[in-house]
């Protein structure tokens, strides 16, 4: 574990999904960091208005997402929330650079 390094995720489901379906996906992706790493932190926080329109959409719900993980990781997960729909905008930081 002591090569793990510490990631902060912040991504934001569509929010025209029923809230059962918004809730599955953070639980998709909740359980598929905890699988590679450790989850430190999960704030939630909900349904926000865009600056501008992103792919016809207003708003989102945002989450943030802080974890330890392998340095390999990150490219694995941003693969994974390039290919789900739901997902309107991600983003994946390093905190220890």
Do not use: C
């Not at 510490?6 to 029923?18: Q, R």
């Not at 802080?66 to 997902?87: H, V």
């Amino acid at each position: 574990m002591n090569n793990f390094a510490e990631y902060e995720v912040m991504f934001v489901v569509d929010s025209a999904l029923e809230a059962e379906e918004v809730t599955n996906v953070v639980e998709k992706f909740k359980s598929l960091i905890s699988s590679h790493g450790e989850i430190k932190n999960i704030d939630e926080w909900g349904k926000r208005k865009f600056a501008y329109p992103i792919n016809h959409k207003t708003e989102g719900n945002y989450y943030i997402i802080t974890f330890t993980a392998p340095p390999q990781f990150p490219a694995e997960l941003e693969r994974i929330f390039r290919i789900t729909d739901s997902i309107v905008r991600f983003l994946i930081i390093n905190k220890n650079k």
